[in-house]
């Protein structure tokens, strides 16, 4: 890779340690925060579905401002939102500060610090035959970032109870500050765009017509419906079982583990074979390990094997979704489609974050929301299969 590669790619993975490790930090704290401000799980589970959909309706047009203007300008002032929806929080005193705080500002600074902006910015400055294998390394670093952060974030959970954590992960925000510094070769080649060149309207016409961009957004709807429901309310789920908060916690930090390795591996395979298939291998996997999960009894050794399981597929589908728009329509709007895509993986998780709370709070249980994951997951292996992965025929005529 070149040095302006290099500089992309380490001030991205740094970003996404920092950002996607306290997002996934959040489920330890559904618990403190409920039983704090006396309310229900479905109200802390009601915020992070708004912080979900936010995230991903606002992904579409921080993408395109990404790609017209640069991520390390979007990178800075989703890194504001981000410390000040963690500070504010702090004096919640009910839902709705918790709607507004968790819910609304972090989920719009979450779409200016995570996967869109930083693999759009890597996309621009990495060779196409290294794009793959650069999107799984992106993508551990966001998972590497919850085995390291969430263990730390209960044991200070544990020390300084949650607002003071809060103010304490605020402040951690500020070296997103520097780091953006470092995505200015990907901006800088904004000015001196390569290859050919189409209108915005132009890029949204052309992917709104083609049938696999559609499939890929109903499977990355699933994707967040699982990774949104296990990261919000598994720690709750094992607690209702007896589980010690250690526990919780290691599961969580077994799924940053593995989604390490699983990212990692998925992005180097997605560079050598077809990404639809292995997209679909993904979501068959995780139906048989959601499962096996609940059929084995649960215990603590069980339970930290789902985290090492499902964190394996976790979120190995980001580099071959993001990889699969790029092969087929080129990377001058790849944070804006990607966007699109991401979009509908935020209404999934919506979905799940809610979903999860809802059917705890009316049912008693989560059983009903584990067995739409598994149907969900065997929906998403079957509609990757028919995708048309080709370059469009633009980007094939430029090729020859």
């Known amino acids: 890779m070149s040095r302006a590669a290099v500089t992309v790619l380490v001030s991205g993975v740094c970003v996404l340690i920092l950002a996607m490790g306290i997002r996934q930090s959040f489920g330890v704290f559904l618990t403190p925060i409920s039983v704090d401000l006396e309310t229900g799980r479905q109200a802390f589970g009601l915020a992070i579905a708004i912080q979900n959909l936010l ?15 640069g991520a390390g300008r979007v990178l800075i002032v989703g890194a504001v939102l981000y410390a000040a929806g963690l500070a504010l929080a702090t004096v919640s005193s009910g839902p709705l500060g918790l709607n507004m705080t968790l819910g609304v500002l972090i989920g719009l600074a979450l779409s200016g610090t995570t996967y869109v902006t930083i693999l759009g910015a890597v996309g621009r400055v990495v060779a196409p035959e290294r794009r793959s294998f650069a999107f799984g390394l992106c993508t551990a670093a966001g998972s590497f970032g919850m085995f390291a952060v969430v263990p730390g974030a209960q044991a200070l959970l544990d020390t300084f109870q949650w607002q003071n954590t ?6 951690t925000m500020s070296l997103l500050f520097g780091l953006a510094l470092g995505l200015r070769p990907a901006d800088r080649a904004l000015k001196a765009p390569t290859g050919p060149q189409q209108s915005l309207r132009a890029a949204v016409q052309e992917a709104g017509r083609h049938d696999g961009y559609w499939l890929l957004n109903a499977g990355f709807f699933v994707c967040g419906f699982h ?5 919000t309310h598994l720690p709750s789920y094992l607690a209702d ?9 290691w599961s969580l930090a077994m799924i940053g583990l593995f989604n390490i390795f699983g990212s990692y591996l998925f992005g180097a395979m997605g560079a050598k074979f077809r990404q639809k298939y292995l997209l679909s291998a993904i979501y068959l996997a995780r139906a048989g390990v959601i499962g096996l999960f609940l059929v084995v009894p649960l215990s603590p050794i069980s339970a930290i094997a789902f985290g090492a399981g499902i964190g394996f597929l976790w979120l190995g589908t980001v580099p071959l979704t993001s990889g699969l728009v790029a092969r087929v329509f080129g990377v001058q709007y790849l944070s804006m489609l990607y966007g699109f895509v991401f979009m509908f993986h935020q209404i999934g998780a919506f979905l799940g974050a809610w979903g999860g709370g809802w059917a705890y709070d009316a049912l008693g249980s989560y059983d009903a929301i584990w067995l739409a994951s598994i149907a969900l997951a065997v929906f998403a292996a079957l509609v990757h299969l028919p995708i048309r992965d080709a370059p469009v025929a633009r980007l094939a005529e430029a090729r020859t």
């Open 166 to 171: 809060f103010l304490i992960l605020a402040v």
């Open 227 to 231: 990774v949104a429901f296990v990261a």
């Open 55 to 69: 995230w991903g309706v606002a992904q579409p047009f921080t993408g395109a401002f990404a790609d017209r203007y």
């Open 241 to 249: 079982n007896q589980m010690a908060p250690a526990v919780s916690a």
